[in-house]
């Protein structure tokens, strides 16, 4: 059975930094890509960042580029967003999610929720200002 566990997540002033860790188990890790959306009440999960399976490939949304940096460690089977300068509209859930397929690299973009079959529970991160 494959599980995401995130975590991390907590409360921080504007400008600060957190580190947000998502343990996957119960599949060969260093086969499948994996990616980081966030979402507030009452909107639709939207894509943060992705790395594809063997960590060359990555991809960030505009809002969070030059601030957030994620990547991936296969000995501990963790993917991870490193997330500086933080700014109020930061504050979300955040979850992370591994691809569908091994060794994708299909036409279904790192963006597209439809590219990711399991989900972790996701981690509260919040942004004062």
């Known amino acids: 059975q494959v599980q995401l566990a995130e975590s991390g997540g907590g409360l921080v002033q504007a400008g600060g930094s957190l580190r947000l860790s998502c343990i996957v188990t119960g599949r060969t890790f260093n086969r499948y890509g994996g990616a980081w959306f966030r979402q507030t009440p009452g909107t639709e999960r939207k894509f943060v960042a992705a790395?594809?399976?063997?960590?060359?490939?990555?991809d960030y949304a505009n809002s969070v580029k030059e601030r957030f940096t994620i990547w991936r460690d296969d000995g501990n089977t963790a993917f991870y967003l490193q997330m500086d300068n933080l700014k109020p509209e930061d504050t979300a859930v955040y979850f992370c999610?591994?691809?569908?397929?091994?060794?994708?690299?299909?036409?279904?973009?790192?963006?597209?929720?439809?590219?990711?079959?399991?989900w972790g529970q996701g981690t509260q991160v919040t942004v004062s200002s």
């Open positions: 999610a591994s691809e569908r397929d091994q060794y994708y690299s299909g036409p279904v973009g790192y963006r597209n929720p439809r590219r990711y079959a399991y």
């Open positions: 790395i594809n399976w063997s960590g060359v490939g990555t």
